[in-house]
């Protein structure tokens, strides 16, 4: 405590807490900087309270007068017998109270880097960011993200009762471990990053100007559209910031649409949020934005998962390579938001897209608004990501190639060194069932935006 006094010694506060501050990910609202100093009280007994008290005021006064021996001068040969009295009397508890620290105990206020610590971007040797552990100990899972083991798998389609050639040969495929977003990236996640985006003035309108509103913009590459510029984008830019529209639903209700998918974003939008999310939690950017390869070796930040990497998550269990991303060779609008007969739409939007909550096949809600005592199943992938079929696609950071498969590398194929399209996965509300299965692969330009294509984020552990 910076300017001890024997009377601020007198003074001593037991209780210091400081508030967290958040940011928006995946399931939510989550602490990003927590320091916290708890008192728990006890209730005395006997003479315990009275002998709480005295050492209490013992420890108050040996405090105050080493301040003073301090401020006298202290020979340097006890310098070391003061030092250890101090340790020993800061670390008594009474029975009056105990003092215990949460997590987060020493760390440095924001803004300060401890000595031998690297600053934000910077990395040193031994250490790593959210997510990455020392050696020895479990990873940190970020919130909002599954953490898949380092393995092998087949990749590629299983069965010959439909399909294309392009999914063709199945071919064993390692991988090391990674991180992968439980959830596509919401509407409102989007949002938070492109006001972030403008306030560092990165994103501009058509030819270059500053940006103010329609078709958003980096360095002439389209990134994603508003409501201003097409319709069935759920983004709304207003008054110098960007937000998320409501929509009517069943029984004309307003629906929120910020926990949907994110739609009609390219390619280049979906990279450029990646980084710009990295940016905002101190975290590496993967991409060189200037040409739009990805840094190798791969950064620490949020990336979009590699092909290999979305099939593995989203069909392989480690025994069986399954139809679809939820552990099923069936699908039904139990399951998923896609085309059966029609639409599943589970909300009743009255306009396209129909777009789903992310997770909303969770085996609580209704598969249908309209049918109530219809229930979802639990739909997650074998890796335990939600949404892997339907929805909406989700691009990924390969180039597209269909003869890709009859020569790509086994271990942590990233796909070919350059094309002209990108590859999406996974399907989506508006695609039939052969279209959302795990081995299916489309592929698009990247400056391709979609009213049923949206994306999802990975970083390596």
């Known amino acids: 405590m910076k300017g001890l006094t024997p009377v601020n010694a007198m003074r001593l506060s037991l209780l210091y807490s400081e508030r967290p501050s958040f940011i928006v990910y995946g399931e939510g609202r989550r602490p990003h900087d927590e320091r916290s100093l708890v008192i728990v009280n006890k209730v005395p007994i006997g003479n315990n309270e009275m002998r709480g008290s005295i050492l209490f005021q013992l420890t108050v006064f040996a405090v105050a007068v ?7 001068g202290c020979p340097p040969e006890k310098e070391s017998e003061a030092g250890v009295l101090i340790k020993s009397l800061v670390g008594m508890s009474c029975c009056g109270c105990e003092i215990r620290r949460t997590e987060g ?18 990395s040193s040797e031994g250490e790593g960011a959210e997510g990455e552990a020392a050696e020895g100990e479990e990873p940190v899972v970020p919130e909002g993200m599954i953490d898949i083991e380092a393995g092998s798998f087949r990749m590629g389609r299983s069965y010959s009762d439909t399909g294309e050639s392009v999914e063709l040969p199945v071919h064993a495929v390692s991988l090391s471990p990674y991180y992968l977003g439980k959830y596509e990236v919401t509407n409102h996640e989007f949002a938070e990053v492109l006001n972030y985006a403008r306030s ?37 830019y207003e008054g110098g910031a960007f937000s998320v529209r409501t929509r009517p639903g069943h029984d004309e209700n307003p629906f929120d649409m910020a926990e949907h998918p994110v739609v009609m974003v390219t390619w280049y939008g979906a990279a450029a949020y990646c980084n710009w999310c990295s940016e905002m939690e101190g975290l590496q950017p993967c991409y060189n934005l200037d040409n ?23 069909a392989w269990d ?21 085309i059966a007969e029609s639409s599943a739409n589970p909300l009743e939007l009255r306009t396209q897209p129909f777009t789903s909550p992310v997770g909303w096949y969770d085996g609580v809600n209704a598969a249908r608004l309209n049918t109530p005592s219809l229930k ?10 939600y949404d892997m079929s339907g929805n909406v696609w989700e691009w990924c950071h390969d180039w597209y190639d269909g003869e890709y498969y009859s020569e790509a590398l086994e271990d942590d194929p990233a796909g070919p060194e350059s094309g002209s ?13 052969d279209n959302c299965r795990t081995a299916r692969r489309f592929s698009s330009d990247p400056e391709y935006a979609e009213n ?4 999802r984020v990975a970083r390596n552990r």
Not at 66 to 72: A, E, K
Not at 203 to 211: F, L, M, Q
Not at 452 to 455: Q, R
């Open 66 to 72: 080493l301040f003073l021996f301090f401020s006298m």
């Open 105 to 122: 105990e020493g760390e440095s206020e924001e803004g300060e880097s401890p000595e031998g610590e690297s600053t934000e971007g910077e």
């Open 376 to 385: 979802t199943i639990n739909a997650v992938s074998p890796a335990g990501a």
């Open 200 to 236: 560092q003035g990165y994103i501009e309108g058509y030819g270059g100007g500053s940006y103010t509103g329609s078709k958003v913009y980096y360095e002439g590459y389209f990134l994603t559209d508003t409501y201003a510029s097409s319709a069935e984008s759920q983004l709304i």
């Open 318 to 338: 480690g025994v069986k390579h399954w139809r679809y991303g939820m552990s099923s060779d069936i699908l039904d609008i139990r399951r998923a938001n896609y």
């Open 292 to 314: 739009w390869s990805r840094y190798e070796p791969v950064r620490n930040g949020y990336r979009l998962p590699t092909e290999a990497e979305w099939e593995r998550a989203a």
């Open 421 to 433: 399209s990108r590859v999406f996965r996974g399907g989506s509300w508006a695609n039939n069932a």
């Open 452 to 455: 049923h294509l949206g994306f």
